[in-house]
């Protein structure tokens, strides 16, 4: 059980906000931003981003008896609210684990939106989840 949540933390902390080549519009007031003054933040920070994930991630019953581990990929949208949107698995592994992770950002709560020049923004965001048994 300490190896999981070990296994678990470890993970979090590989928490990558990447990018996406090109800004992309998500309706006619909101430009999508990939490279921002400042970056989002998940509630109570990394450290909370890491407990939430510890506490919360359930690893799916299929891919642990099929023994699937590995990292997932999930992109999406910290809207310049801090809701999250346009949740969707960019590399994943199967066996129930794409649907965990983005049940898990779905429910990440409400984030510090990131800022560009000192105005909320809504920023393009991929985060890894690794799975490992």
């Known amino acids: 059980m300490k190896n999981q ?45 890491t407990d939430y994930m510890i506490k919360n991630l359930k690893y799916p019953k299929q891919a642990r008896k099929a023994g699937i581990e590995g990292k997932v990929l999930v992109s999406f949208v910290v809207k310049s609210d801090g809701s999250v949107s346009a949740i969707e698995v960019t590399q994943g592994i199967g066996g129930g684990c794409d649907a965990e992770a983005v049940r898990m950002v779905e429910n990440s709560g409400v984030w510090t939106p990131g800022k560009q020049g000192g105005v909320a923004v809504a920023t393009q965001m991929v985060l890894p989840i690794q799975f490992k048994l």
């Open 5 to 49: 949540a070990v296994s678990k933390l470890l993970c979090i902390m590989l928490v990558v906000m990447a990018w996406m080549i090109n800004p992309v519009e998500t309706n006619a007031q909101e430009t999508v931003h990939d490279q921002v003054d400042e970056m989002p933040v998940p509630p109570g920070g990394i450290e909370g981003l």
